[in-house]
């Protein structure tokens, strides 16, 4: 191949990786949309929230933010940063 089709390949590869950049970006907003929804869904019906939100409030009242995260990150098969995202969440509402 010569350094033409090379640098082709790359513009090519590089408005590819752009695309999909933005379709991901594109669908993590309707996720979260969705998940505003649901949660306000929720509490207009009363749906009551899963029992390991109790157990992450009562470690958090005890400054035990690393084991309330492990907490999560068992029980609902997060990963760190979601499980994080989700500890902090609780947090921000007591």
């Not at 379709?23 to 949660?39: F, G």
């Amino acid at each position: 191949m010569t350094e033409v089709e090379y640098t082709f390949l790359i513009v090519i590869m590089f408005i590819c990786a752009l695309a999909a950049s933005n379709k991901m970006n594109n669908l993590e907003k309707m996720i979260k949309y969705q998940q505003y929804t649901i949660d306000k869904l929720s509490k207009q019906l009363g749906v009551p929230e899963h029992p390991i939100n109790d157990v992450v409030r009562k470690k958090l009242k005890e400054d035990k933010y690393v084991e309330a995260i492990k907490e999560i990150r068992e029980v609902l098969n997060m990963s760190l940063p979601e499980a994080k995202k989700y500890v902090d969440a609780i947090k921000d509402d007591m």
